[in-house]
């Protein structure tokens, strides 16, 4: 069997819960009827049951397993405005632990425990997704079907945890475990759909698909993987997968590329361009092999494409050296080049060197970060509104207060009330119509505790920064005092200054070097025809190799000399 190296999501584990009790007494305080309240028990018997099957049982790869934890989260969405499961009413603590957490010798799965009926749905939902993309991954790749089922079943992963991501922190109002975080459901997100569309790329090889189409959805693949790598090594959730997770997107962003590359070499063979053709194939071949740096060599499905790449490569370099004799795309020098000048352009060189020589100017990047900050009132006015936030958060603290001390007073007079009329008393009870808004109450405590959580994070960054964002709501003078080198070395001829000049001189020569050297060998003609025809006047036989060899040596050697002397 072919294998691919599909990446599911783990599951969240939960433990036994009662719902039974609970809603049971909930539902039986609005009615009498012996009927209704069999029915009643019946029914809420059942939602445990089910739940049961759903969350604490052992889920198998198959789609009636999904159909049981889908058909549970079905019932929580409808009972979601009518049964409401909180910490005031009907209270039940759902436990859930994280989904990637494996624990340790010492310490045990990070969890989460909720009275929150929209706790667990979230913890559901997120099981839905992470047993679509388990299905997926399981399929044998053998038949149309089981490719087609695990695209749909990765695209419906991706669109769960899309939906997770941009409604869990209005569903849990704690901060939630790290595999609830909207970054880690965007990461899993992206690589769900990254995944689809490789399960199409198998579909399209396997029906031999043209090479046209094949670019497009391998190339395609490639940026998906690309974006669920980036998303996956943001810092707050680069701890979280496991080491195989990252090794197999990293690789398979490579593999796709590579195969993005063979296939526009199809297409450029079908159209006889050679010289690209060949290109193309080579660059494919390098991309490939730095693929195996980070793929396991059982991926069989992706290894197996391997040998008709270097047979096209073969191939295409044999027409090319004998008969074609189409020139090549010239990568080596140029390509060599890009590495420096991406650290040249990170180090901000050679516009730095300038900034530091000169004591007149400001560099233009600080001029920048400056005018934006003074454009938005400086560092005077985001102390001011860090000031505001306690007497803010105390208002709302307030009103969240006030309103319960209303609603319990309400709950007191109806309770006395009640003692005193009996039966008379017919009104609906407090609980009942006040129990939402209880439920409110409690939800934004949740969203207050998490802002204060979240205010005290950005004021340790801004401490952390505070000296720099004081000195660039400053003046320009001011800043220009601040830069090192700018008073001390007021003509910015230090040592380190002169050794950085003398290295970005000799970079400058180098680059202009290698640009008249790929100047010379593009405009190098080979014509070798008339070399065949003389030996073939000579000798009435022609040794293909022999000639090629010797007049590419006599046209090239010299232009090969220096370009290894260049790049060594």
Known sequence: MASFGFISAPLKSTNEVDLVKPLTTYIESYNTSEDIRSNVTEAVQELNKLRSKACCQPLDKHQSALDVITR?????????????????????????????????????RASLSLADGSFERAAVLFNVGSLMSQIAASQQFHTDDEI???????????????RLRDTVLGMVQQDPTPDLMPDTLAALSALMVAQAQEAIYIKGYKDKMKATSMVKISAQIAE???????????????????????????????????????????????????????????????????????????????????????????????????????????????????????????????????????????????????????????????????????????????ILTETSRILNEEKESDDTMRKQLGTRWTRMSSEQLTGPLVTEIGKYRGILHTASNADKMVRDKFETHREGIELLSKNEAVLRSSIPGQTAHATGETDTVRQLKDLMG????????????EKELKNTNC?????????????????????SKEKIGQLFGDLKRRVQSSLD
């Open 527 to 547: 014509d070798i025809a008339n070399d065949f025809l003389k030996a073939m006047a000579e000798n009435q036989l022609i040794n293909e190799e022999h000639i």
């Open 224 to 398: 998906f993987y690309a974006e669920a790598q980036k998303l996956m090594q943001k810092d707050v959730v680069r701890g979280v997968w496991d080491k195989e997770w990252s090794a197999i997107v990293n690789g398979k962003t490579l593999a796709y590329a590579a195969l993005a590359q063979f296939h526009q070499a199809e297409v450029n063979g079908e159209n006889r361009e050679i010289g690209e053709q060949l290109s193309r194939l080579a660059e494919s071949l390098k991309l490939f092999e730095t693929a195996q740096k980070y793929l396991p060599k059982d991926l069989t499905g992706i290894w197996d494409l391997y040998p008709a790449i270097s047979k096209a490569h073969v191939a295409a370099k044999k027409d090319n050296d004998f008969i074609q004799r189409k020139k090549t795309v010239f990568r080596e020098i140029s390509h060599s080049n890009f590495p420096n000048s991406s650290v040249l352009a990170s180090l901000n060189l050679p516009a730095a060197l300038d900034d530091v020589t000169s004591t007149e100017t400001l560099p233009e990047s600080i001029k920048l970060k400056s005018a934006k900050l003074k454009q938005n009132g400086g560092s005077e006015e985001i102390m001011r509104l860090f000031s505001e936030l306690p007497t803010l958060y105390q208002r709302n603290e307030d």
């Open 506 to 517: 000799q970079w400058n020569e180098v680059t202009t070097d290698r640009e008249l050297l």
């Open 72 to 108: 549970y989260y079905d019932q929580l969405v409808a009972i979601e405005n009518k049964l409401v499961i909180s910490a005031t009413q009907n209270p039940v603590i759902f436990k859930w632990k994280d989904a990637f957490d494996k624990g340790s010798l010492f310490s045990s």
């Open 148 to 162: 087609k089922t695990s695209a749909k079943l990765f695209q419906q992963a991706a669109g769960v945890f899309a």
